[in-house]
């Protein structure tokens, strides 16, 4: 299984890549392999909120997803942000990005 935080090809679209990551306090989320050229765009940004709920006889597993593309810009190479928006500590950040120079001009950090 490919490692997540890795930006992955879709498959469907070689330029457009998607990443899993933990999520963090408002702010900037380091997400390898975007850039801040102007070529590379935010796609769609979500949250997934896992809830673990026990109880007798029963222990429930809840997930609510949350677009929160709205939130985010890319604000340098390598960093997405949200500054000032819903935190994503304790979350699963799915996010999906249109790589318009392919990862030419973009070192992993």
């Known amino acids: ?3 997540m935080k890795t930006p992955q090809p879709t498959g469907v679209w070689p330029k457009v890549r998607f990443a ?10 380091t997400l390898p392999g ?7 765009k935010i796609l769609s940004v979500w949250v997934v909120n896992l809830t673990l709920t026990e109880a007798d006889p029963n222990t429930t597993l809840l997930w609510s997803p949350v ?5 985010f810009s890319i604000t340098a190479t390598n960093t997405i942000n949200n500054t000032g928006g819903t935190s ?3 979350d699963l950040v799915f ?7 392919y990862g030419e001009t973009v070192a992993a950090p």
């Open 34 to 40: 975007i850039a801040f050229t102007g070529a590379d």
């Open 67 to 71: 677009d929160l593309t709205d939130e």
């Open 20 to 29: 899993m990551l933990d999520g963090a306090a408002a702010g900037d989320i």
């Open 88 to 90: 994503t500590e304790l």
């Open 1 to 3: 299984m490919p490692d």
């Open 95 to 101: 996010v999906v990005w249109y790589d318009g120079d």
